[in-house]
């Protein structure tokens, strides 16, 4: 399924063409290029980093997916299928994603001892137990504070999600302040405001008159403040220009098609075009996975749903030359009872369960940590959310042994009793 | 090792406040205070900048702002800028006194204005003013709910009730002490509760933000344990004020149908820290930081409850610890430092003592005698914020100019050598949107003869909400400037902006539109929008405008780009 050529949504060179990537491009093969899509997009893949987090909302099964039992009296009726990574099994509900699995990593020995769903999500979103005193960064306000480039007008951490609903929520970004807050995309819908009010030859007037005037200002007085003040404004413009980016009428039937019309389909593909625009973090969730009834058949529905479009999407990445520069994470709150409740349910367990990393950093294909014969508990390498936290920082080529410093007050970007998990990195 | 890196900082700071403490009250300074001689008569209209501190304390009285910076910034007569002129004065000050700027008529007729004496009664003007506690009352409501939903009692009757107080001039401590012993049983004080009605009577939220916002000491991180960085911030600091607070409960008054505050007659306060291997309890009476414990009165058994606590009915008790707290936040000279340092903060666009939540040893002011000058003004003035607020603006720091001067250091702004460059506050911005644009002019005019404060005031807020919920910081946290995307997307592209742009009756546009002198019609934009005259090159950027086909959409585009420019978002 090789997709349509990469090209950029607006298709034009300008837009996605910032000052750094023009250095890029320049000191690269410019006479070899054969045509503005191509140019462009390999270049701007090689330099930049980025983050696609997909959530599984609920608490997925890891016995439905990475790490199943088939036979043990808690592995439910599914059989595991062999995949494109030697040696690794996963549940015959991911046809598509195990093909894809030489990619991909499992790290199969989580526990995060934490069986609420708020206080999963917290430590699966910054690595951190949730304490009173101070309040943590989510990877992606980290992702959009050392990861983007600066001059890319794309909110660093952008939220897709399914419902209503949109805003930004600044206080995602903890101490790192409130730019680097998330950014809700409801629906795969634009940002709010996006639309120029006037044409765009006035809009370019007006926006030259904003300049004169800050210029003349700035002669007189200026300061980090001001500069950021006017800067936010060109970088208005910029995004207002890439608007395009959320309108998927462009891309090709065929490869929609393989993505799915449904919202996850959707969403999937607008993370890669997000992606691929320069966007430093892009989260996408799919719901619902708290299945504390009919768990089997929850679950066949719901990974039906998930299967195809993220095998699509990793492929698609490939293909286009963003897997090695992404780094992918499947999560979820925590994972599920291997025990099955009289409503033919599984409850919510933290204490054995899985991840799949893939892309930036990651080594396709390897895995790491095991449980026992019954999935109750870890009985190899077993790791925490500071383990995943350091792994993706280290992934991602920055080092998890760092500090912040607040109000002078070292605090460490990782908890650390967290160490990165080498035997899944590259 | 954080500590060993604080040490000389620390011990300059007692130092500094050991040699400057003790000249404080002396009868006379024997620094003089700067005057404004080094400003060139020809080109600046003489104005009496300083005059408050050209006069010497007397016994008792509080050493003048601009003496008491002398003597923490001896440099001050040497490299301070040069007085603003009136203008950049006037935006200024209307900015911090009534929250929005001037209207164009209000510029000519200050320009006009040849009075040595104007910029003092023009504070003495604008404190007096109708619009000052209608403003005063977001700052205050914006510094201690800091945007939290209203859940229990009104946010209307809270904003009422804080504008009430301002205008009556009641002290800022009494304030205080009705926030904190109000029960909320009382439909004419239930407004003043909200401070603890709307914290759900968290009291670990409540002890915290009573540190945060009424002490400037933020103890939050020593609740578990001695402050690991802050030697003054103490566990038992942290428990002392719980303990005025442990006894009070929510309880839902079955007549009034709402939430009000009761509270017991027994109940004890006993912490361990996380930090002590013996694990040792330690009980803690109410006390306020550096004050005394205040144990309770012995009273017999049958004589502790005016009402005991039951089903359905309220408890009263005899002696009430959170009443105890009103009085002893207010006794001491905390309070007073701590909102002394707020109000120069949010004129001066900086703390003395920053940030705002730290005032401890390690952090000293960075003007050890300024901070005592403001402080004591406010006591002596029985916590009239007016007087304060009329002290500081009369001050030449206020009113020092922004162009640096030869010889200034780097951090010339931190030694209040020069102006800082600062952001309006959301309100402040929301208003300057609907000033500057004429929008506010225009509702007074289409209200005619009604156009009074309690009229025009609500429309404003309603007008200038959406600015302030795009600017503003999320519930629960201190407002600071960040410029933000989404912020820059609405201000150019929402409609909500656009739609106050077009000309009206009253309004910024219809007097452009009338203009047909450029170099009229540019100095009216610039009074409006920035409180300045127009430059030449201004002038003619107004006359190729106005040469436009479409003037209006000429004009329109103009007039939003400086709205939305530096100059506009921040005060120089």
Redesign the interface.
Known sequence: MRPEIARYACNSPEHTLNRRSMLGVLGGGLATATSAGSLLANPLARQHKRVLMVFLSGGVSQLETWDPKPGAPTGGPFRAIPTSAPGVHICELLPYTASQMHRLALVRGVNTAEDDHGKGSHIIHTGRRQE??LEYPHLGSVAAKFVADADN?I?GYLNVVPGGGG??N??DAAFL???YGS?TISDGRA????????DPL?EQ??????R???Q???A????A??E??????D???Q??QKKALFDLTSEPAKLTESYGTHDFGRHCVLARRLLEGGAPFVKISHTNYDTHHENFDFHIEQLAEFDKPFATLIEDLHQRGLLSTTLVMVVSEFGRTPNINRNYGRDHWSKAWSVALGGCGIRGGSFCGKTNAQGTEVVDRQVHGGHLFATYLKALGLDPAKKYYV????IPMVDPTGSPIGEVLS | MMKHAWLPLSIVGIALWAVVGSSIHADAPKIVPPVAKDQPAKTAPVVAVAKPAAVPAKSGQPLAIDAAIALDEPTVSSLASSPCDDLTFLRRVHFDLVGGPPTVAEARAFLADKDSARRSRLIDRLLANPDHSWYWSQVLDAWWMERRPAKHVDAKLWRDYLRDSLAQGKGLDTLVKEMLTADGTDEKTRPAARFVLDRELDTHLVVRDISRLFLGANLQCAQCHDHPRIDNYKQAHYHGLLAYFQRTYLFDDPKLKKKVLAEKADGEVEFQSVFDPKKITRKRAPGVPGGPERPDPVLAKDQLYISAPAKEVRGVPRHSRRSLLANDLTAGKALARNLANRFWAQLLGKGVVHPLDQIHEDNPPSHPALLDSLTETLLQARYDHKALLRVICNSAAYQRGGEARAGQPKNAEDRLLIARLRPLSPEQMGHALLFATGQVEAERKALGAKATPEAVWPRVEAQAAPFIAVLAAQPGNPDQFEARLEQALFLANHGHLQQFLPPRPGNLMERLLAEKDPAKAADELYLAVFTRLSSADEKVEMARALQEKDKQTALRDLLWALLGSAEFRFIG
Do not use: C, E, W
């Not at chain 1, 950021?228 to 404004?233: I, K, V």
């Open positions: 009173p005193s007008p909110p805003g930004s600044a206080a302040g409130p730019r950014v940002p709010a405001n996006i639309d120029r009010p006037v006035r007037q007006r926006h030259d008159l904003r004169a005037a800050d003349r200002f700035m007189r007085r200026k300061s403040q001001t950021a003040y006017t800067q936010t404004y970088q208005a413009l995004l207002m109000d002078q007050r070292p």
